[in-house]
C-alpha cells in the first residue's frame, strides 16, 4: 500500500498538471474582493487594490493589512474554478495510466482495494497540496506588497476575535486551504471511475458546484425572506467550500456537527461509489 500510494503520488505531483494547478490557485486568490468602499458600495479585488490605491490609503485602513487580505484570498472566483484546477494533478497521470493501458498491469499486481484506495489518498494530498501551496504563493506577495497588521491602531475587540499568534493564524489558514483542496477533489476523482475523458473529469465538477452553491444560495434568500434564520445558518453549512471551516472549530455544536458530519459523508461517500462503479466495470475502468 505504502509503495503504490508513493508511486501514485510521484505520478500526481511529478507533472505539469501540478505546477499549472498551484500558479493558477495563487493567480484566483487575487481575484478574491479585499476593500469594500461604503460610499461607493463597491467591491475591489486583491489585484484591483494594486493599482487602485495609493500607499498611504493603503496604510490607513485595516481592511488592507497583510493578514486579512490574506485571508480573504480563497474567497472570490476561486470557490467556482478550484474544482477544475485541483483536478489537473491527479487527471494528466490517470488518464494517461488509463489510456495506454498501465493500470490493467497495475490492478492486477497491488490488488483493487489497494488500487482504489492508493488512488484516492494520492488525489486527496495532490489536490490539497496543489490548493496549499498556491495559496501560499499568493500570501509571500501579499505579506510582501500590504502592510503588516502590526503597524494599525488595533483595539480590544480586534485581539478578542483573534486569540491566536500570526503564525498560527497563518498556518491555520494553510491547513484549511488544503483541505478545501483535497475535499474539492473528490466530484473529479468519482467521475474519472466512469470516463476518461478530461474535459468532463475537469468541466463536470465545475457545473455540478455551481448548481450546488446557486441552490444553496437561493434556499438561503428564501429563508431570510420568510424570517427562518435558524434555517439559513443551518443551509450555510452545507456549502461546497464548508471544508475550510473544520479547521477553525472550537466547540462541539450543531453547527459543528453537521459541517463535520457533511464532509465526512462526502469523503466516504465517494470512495465507497468509485470502488463500486470500478468493480461493476469488466475492465476496471481501463
Not at 18 to 28: C, D, Q, S, Y
Request: net charge negative.
Amino acid at each position: 500500500m505504502i509503495n503504490s500510494l508513493r508511486g501514485d503520488l510521484n505520478k500526481t505531483l511529478l507533472n505539469i498538471g501540478f505546477l499549472g494547478a498551484v500558479l493558477l490557485t495563487a493567480l484566483l486568490c487575487f481575484t478574491a474582493p479585499t476593500y469594500h468602499d461604503l460610499a461607493t458600495d463597491r467591491s475591489y479585488s486583491v489585484f484591483e487594490s494594486f493599482f487602485s490605491f495609493k500607499r498611504e490609503f493603503i496604510e490607513s485602513d485595516q481592511q488592507f493589512a497583510s493578514l486579512n487580505v490574506f485571508q480573504n484570498g480563497l474567497g472570490g472566483y476561486i470557490t467556482m474554478f478550484l474544482p477544475i484546477i485541483v483536478a489537473f494533478p491527479f487527471m494528466v497521470s490517470f488518464c494517461a495510466e488509463r489510456n495506454s493501458g498501465l493500470m490493467r498491469f497495475t490492478i492486477s499486481r497491488t490488488g483493487c482495494l489497494r488500487y482504489y484506495l492508493s488512488k484516492f489518498l494520492s488525489v486527496l494530498i495532490g489536490g490539497g497540496l496543489a490548493a496549499m501551496l498556491g495559496y501560499a504563493l499568493y500570501g509571500l506577495v501579499v505579506y510582501g506588497f500590504f502592510p503588516n497588521i502590526n503597524t494599525y491602531e488595533l483595539d480590544e475587540f480586534y485581539y478578542e476575535m483573534h486569540p491566536d499568534s500570526q503564525t498560527v493564524e497563518v498556518l491555520k489558514m494553510l491547513l484549511s486551504a488544503f483541505i478545501y483542496g483535497a475535499v474539492t477533489t473528490l466530484p473529479a476523482f468519482l467521475i474519472s471511475s466512469f470516463s476518461r475523458n478530461p474535459y468532463l473529469i475537469t468541466c463536470v465538477p465545475f457545473l455540478m458546484v455551481y448548481i450546488w452553491n446557486t441552490a444553496i444560495n437561493k434556499l438561503v434568500l428564501k429563508a431570510w425572506e420568510t424570517e427562518d434564520y435558524e434555517l439559513s445558518e443551518k443551509l450555510y453549512d452545507f456549502q461546497p467550500d464548508s471544508a475550510r471551516q473544520l479547521v477553525y472549530i472550537t466547540e462541539w455544536n450543531e453547527s459543528a456537527q453537521r459541517i463535520v458530519l457533511f464532509n465526512t459523508a462526502l469523503v466516504v461517500g465517494v470512495i465507497v461509489l468509485f470502488s463500486v462503479i470500478m468493480n461493476l466495470r469488466k475492465d476496471r475502468g481501463v
